[in-house]
């Protein structure tokens, strides 16, 4: 299945309506140019002819007299049974109406068929207009016509093959072409292909005039018949480029539809077929039949040849009708809009109804209306084609662009790095909208067409001219508000980020400028809205007083909400906390993660996130402002010097500071407080470490394992938990012996068995030796 067969059909369509309508022309006899007034004169001229074409004006004089006389006498039999009741005869009933159109049109073609096949007869029998025929003049006459059908075509196909190579190139370059878009190369390479098709047909007619002029016939005289042949040659020579230049079946770059090289084929072979078979039966065949041999003849023939191309087109529909339906259901699946997908899968399922119907009512005009309605329905086909190719061609341009990224230079992305993002995201939206008012005015141009909508009467109107300014000033507004919003956000950007703005930007400027940001979109929002009602002749003067009416009823019943923005207005103005900073805002501590006008996000230790309104805050504790501290107190036992504690704090900050880790976190000296306490089991002494914002944690968790390791080494203890044992004293102040035993645990001989296995050179524990805890009993006195 291909992908589309609708322009196809379209093409078609246009093709059979032109060439069914040459029939009243074609029937008229030969043009009336030079030619037609010599071939009038010559008739004249002969007096058989003259004589034979005097009898037969006169017949028909009396056969329309007597046609007068019935169809009065049946309008008025009509008229009396359609108005039983007092009507007047045009007020017949649509089905009445239906049935009369349909029985003359019956008669009509029954009264040429008649004369078809009388004229026929008549011919045989050696009776009518036959007696005068000159069997020489006619082997003559069609020996020469015929010369001159074959150089004119032997001519064409000459300058064809000589133009191959323009078409080779044009071809060639509409494919890999630079510098255009694809769909714009390929419209510029059509349009130079059916210029290049145009100059090949025109020659070929030149040359064919040339030869029938000067070298076949009568030398410097174009006959008759050359004539009507050479004009049917430029006009369907003609349509054949143009149909050509949908289906170029033998160049891909030169094909304005998006089918198959099959399919193209198919289309072109079978237009081609129809143009050449009708075109030159109705434009010259018919015209000579009229002349040599009988205008009923001619009149028959070209009835025959409608009602064969009618029954043609019908064939034609219903044999791609599934066809033609896939394609455009797979067109519908493609779609982007949901208007357009709809419409093509309903067209899809009616589409042959509506050309049938069409076919149909050209039929029936060119039966019933010959000299109004099928220049009518010509023209309006015309426009048609021609504003639904146009809309068709600029909504695959309109596709094409939206299907295709826009992007940036290097050095502007790393500027604005989200400009492209959002410019991918806004103008294929819009060609978006443009598309759905292209599709718009051309359905108000093919109704204009076709009678159904006066187009330039409405524009003419206030309404019309005022819709139309309305919709281009939103559509101007709303770019307007777009393009305006695509230069704040994105100077908004350019100051935050680090490589093009200002350095890098603070915590306060990055919460500020998005805060402004969305603020700035509200803003955008809220004005274009406004201004586009206020444009469409909406009064938004009560939609702002109900606005105000509504902002009040929510102040009063969302206390909480105003108060969270308040709060939230002053924190941001007087730089409370930013985003990043570690705060204690509402009992809880962590970062801050998102900071809004009316809350805070905070993740804590944890990793649970919490959102605090600004309402519940009363205090913020920001850790992250220009400095902080380190607080430590560090105990030691009562025995041990205050002094040489103080000097290992020291020599363990000075360790610190000369880390490659930690000293460009420290802003100033060690701060010694002394002792702040005498504790139950310690000394406490206190030491305060200055160090850059954030990292006084990690600066004192460094500085905690320094202490440790300083105090190991100079034997200072740290006081822990421990027990002390009092066995009393005696009267005279000694203290008695204590009976201790201690029992070694399991696990500490299984640890000793394997040492002493482990052990070969080592000594031998001896047997009263064993580890025993350290137990401290003493007396009043003396220490044991």
Known sequence: MQRSRLLPLMAWLLTALMLVGLPTQAQEGPPADGPAYSTLADLLENEASRSQLIGQLRDLAANGQAAAASTVDSATSSAAEAAPSGQQADAASLPRQLAELTSTIASQIGSQLEGLASALGGLFKGTGPGQAFDMAAFTSAALNLGLVIAATIALFFVFRRLARPAFDATSRWSLSGQGMTPVLRLVVAVAIAAVIDVLVVALAYVGGNLLATFAIGESGELSTRASLFLNAFLIIELLKAGVRMLFASRYEGLRLLPITATEASYWNR??????????????????????????????????????????????????????????????????????????????????????????????????????????????????????????????????????????????????????????????????????????????????????????????????????????????????????????????????????????????????????????????????????????????????????????????????????????????????????????????????????????????????????????????????????????????????????????????????????????????????????????????????????????????????????????????????????????????DGSAPAGNVRVLEGRASQRATQTQDASADDAEPLKSDERSIPAVDYRGENDET
Not at 339 to 368: G, N, P, Q
Not at 425 to 452: D, E, H, K, Q, S
Not at 541 to 547: F, H, T, W
Not at 548 to 561: C, D, N, P
Request: hydrophobic share 50%; glycine share 10%; aromatic share 8%.
């Open 270 to 731: 079978w237009l081609a077929r129809l143009i050449g078979l009708v075109g030159y039966g109705l434009m010259v065949v018919v015209p000579l039949l009229n002349y040599y041999l009988s205008p009923a003849l001619g009149q028959g023939m070209g009835t025959l040849i409608m009602l064969g191309a009618f029954v043609y087109a019908v064939g034609v529909v219903l044999k791609n009708r599934q066809r033609l339906r896939d394609g455009l259901d797979a067109q519908a699946a493609k779609a982007s809009m949901a208007a357009t997908r709809v419409s093509l899968k309903l067209f899809a399922r009616i589409w042959h109804l509506l050309a049938i119907a069409y076919f149909l009512m050209v039929l029936v005009l060119t039966f019933t209306r010959p000299e109004d309605a099928l220049p009518f329905v010509m023209l309006a086909t015309l426009q048609t084609l021609a504003v639904v190719g146009a809309g068709m061609l600029l909504s695959r341009l309109l596709t094409q662009t939206i299907g295709r990224r826009i992007h940036l230079s290097e050095d502007l992305k790393r500027k604005l790095p989200l400009l492209e993002t959002r410019l991918n995201a806004y103008v294929p939206n819009l060609l978006r909208v443009i598309r759905a008012l292209i599709l718009i005015v051309v359905v108000m141009i093919t109704a204009g067409a076709w009678g159904l909508f006066d187009l330039g009467g409405w524009y003419a109107t206030d309404l019309g001219r005022g819709l139309v300014a309305k919709v281009i000033s939103v559509l101007v507004i709303v770019t307007m508000a777009m393009a305006l919003w695509v230069g704040l956000a994105s100077l908004i950007e350019h100051r935050l980020n680090p490589e093009t703005g200002d350095g890098e930007p603070t915590a306060r400027a990055q919460t500020l400028l998005s805060l402004f940001r969305n603020a700035l979109a509200i803003t955008i929002i809220a004005m274009t809205v406004m201004v586009v009602l206020s444009e469409i002749g909406i009064n938004i003067g009560p939609l702002i007083a109900g606005a105000g009416v509504l902002g009040l009823a929510i102040g009063f019943g969302a206390q909480k909400l105003v108060q969270d923005i308040i709060t939230g207005v002053f924190i941001q103005v007087e730089n409370a906390m930013n985003t990043g900073d570690v705060v204690t805002v509402g009992g809880v501590t962590g970062t801050a993660e998102r900071l809004s006008i009316r809350s805070v996000g905070i993740r804590d230790l944890s990793g649970t996130y919490h959102i605090v309104p600004f309402s519940s805050v009363d205090t913020v504790s920001n850790y992250m402002r220009e400095f902080a501290y380190h607080v430590g107190e560090y105990g030691i036992a009562y025995r041990e010097s205050i002094d040489e504690a103080i000097e290992c704090l020291k020599e363990a900050f000075e360790e610190l500071a000369a880390s490659d880790d930690h000293k460009q976190n420290l802003l100033a000296p060690l701060e010694v407080a002394g002792v702040v306490a005498l504790a139950d089991s310690s000394v406490n002494i206190r030491v305060r470490l200055k160090t850059t914002p954030g990292t006084q944690w990690a600066t004192g968790r460094a500085y905690n394992r320094l202490v440790k390791m300083h105090f190991d080494a100079a034997g200072i203890e740290i006081p822990f938990p421990h027990t002390t044992l009092y066995f009393g004293e005696d009267k």
